[in-house]
């Protein structure tokens, strides 16, 4: 005998032999996988890292290595572009060259943490 069982969730029937006492027991190791039209939700937003960085070989490489990772990277080119790059992505995950050639980062940090 063969029983039929659906799921709510859009998931096709899976078929499940059923034997008596005296037969050997198979059993059916398909994967299930959802119905065409059916709602899921498989998608997940990878995490936001925000990169500023002036050694670009440095800042490339740490930006790639992210990526490589499974992270989505904004490089932003200056310190100004930073505040306004974290307010609007809000990102999981800041990394700035603090010594920088022209100027100082530390203003940058004190903005973000007076005003996230």
């Given amino acids: 005998m063969v029983e039929t069982h659906g799921d709510s969730r859009g998931w096709p029937a899976v078929e499940k032999q059923v034997v008596s006492e005296g037969q050997s027991q198979r059993t059916d190791k398909r994967f299930a996988s959802p119905s065409p039209g059916a709602q899921t939700n498989t998608e997940v937003t990878k995490p936001l890292a925000v990169v500023f960085y002036e050694s670009l070989l440095l ?3 740490l930006a790639n290595r992210l990526s490589d ?30 010594a920088l050639r022209t100027g100082d980062f530390c203003p940058v940090i004190a903005e973000l943490k007076r005003d996230p």
């Fill in 59 to 61: 800042g490339s490489q």
């Fill in 69 to 98: 990772l499974g992270w989505r990277v904004q490089p932003v080119n200056s310190p100004a572009a930073v505040v306004e790059t974290v307010r609007r992505q809000s990102p999981m995950l800041l990394v700035a060259e603090l």
